[in-house]
């Protein structure tokens, strides 16, 4: 399924440094998002129940109440223009257009401000972290994915660069591994991801990031994440899924 780069057992350094760790498969079977956690929860009683923010009925009350309100209020003067002479089918189509694409700008806009009055309040420390205390411990073995699809080689591989060396500069470097998980069709950004990779572990001189190519990339970024969990889950405790265009800081991955 891997091609080239995993198949080499060693980069041209001849350090013996592996592109993909040794495989630890972990069951990966497809699930039914609708009632999942009730499934869960029904085949191991002893799990507890999902936790969710208090309050969500009501919060989602608010966000599509103030949409639609704001939607109504908007159709009913572009209405009122409209009707001035009667409504004809051009009119009326061009009615329709304005309402849908209100509220959708509405919905918009109402969560954004409904985010802007959160952050005023103060950052949710639901997980109990407090971001501006020292990092907690990190006693287990985590993964960060980077799932890629045809985005800029060099771009990917600098931001990794940022994320892992700010991880190591904390000290728990040996907790973390790094892998970027390719489904990129395109040859010549395929070669140069592997080139890039290449560069990257040249300059950093690690053997925790990892680089992996799909030949067939089914299911997309679902299926891409899906077989690596399949294949090499076994071995980590948590993982940490980032975009193609993502940059984290250490204090957010150790936290």
């Known amino acids: 399924m891997d091609r080239v780069i995993q198949a080499r057992a060693a980069p041209p350094d001849g350090r013996g440094r592996r592109f993909l760790p040794p495989e ?5 079977p497809p699930q039914p998002l609708r009632g999942a956690a009730a499934h869960a929860r029904r085949d191991n009683p002893s799990r507890p129940a999902p936790t969710r923010p208090r309050g969500l ?15 109504v209020a908007a159709g009913f003067q572009m209405y009122k223009v409209f009707d001035v002479g009667g409504l004809t089918v051009l009119e009326s189509i061009v009615l329709a257009l304005f309402v849908v694409l209100f509220a959708w700008i509405s919905l918009s806009c109402v969560s954004a401000c409904v985010g802007f009055v959160l952050e005023l309040l103060g950052p949710a420390r639901a997980l109990g972290i407090d971001p501006s205390g020292p990092l907690p ?5 985590n993964a960060l994915l980077l ?4 985005e800029d080689p060099r771009r990917l591989m600098a931001r990794l660069q940022a ?7 904390t000290g728990r470097g040996e907790r973390f591994d790094f892998f970027v998980l390719s489904d990129t069709t395109d040859p010549d950004i395929w070669i140069g991801e592997e080139q890039a990779y290449l560069e990257l572990l040249a300059r ?10 799909r030949a067939d990339n089914v299911g997309r970024k679902a299926g891409n994440i899906a077989e690596w969990i399949s294949r090499f889950g076994g071995r980590y405790a948590h993982m940490i899924v980032l975009d193609a265009d993502s940059l984290m800081t250490a204090r957010r991955s150790c936290a």
């Open 24 to 28: 630890a498969p972990l069951a990966m």
């Open 137 to 141: 411990a990190v006693p287990t073995t």
């Open 57 to 71: 009925a009501l919060r989602r009350a608010l966000v599509f109440g103030a949409t639609v309100a704001a939607t």
């Open 204 to 213: 950093i001189g690690s053997d925790r990031v990892f680089y992996r190519h």
């Open 163 to 169: 994320t892992y060396e700010s991880v190591a500069a």
């Open 147 to 150: 799932p890629t699809y045809n």
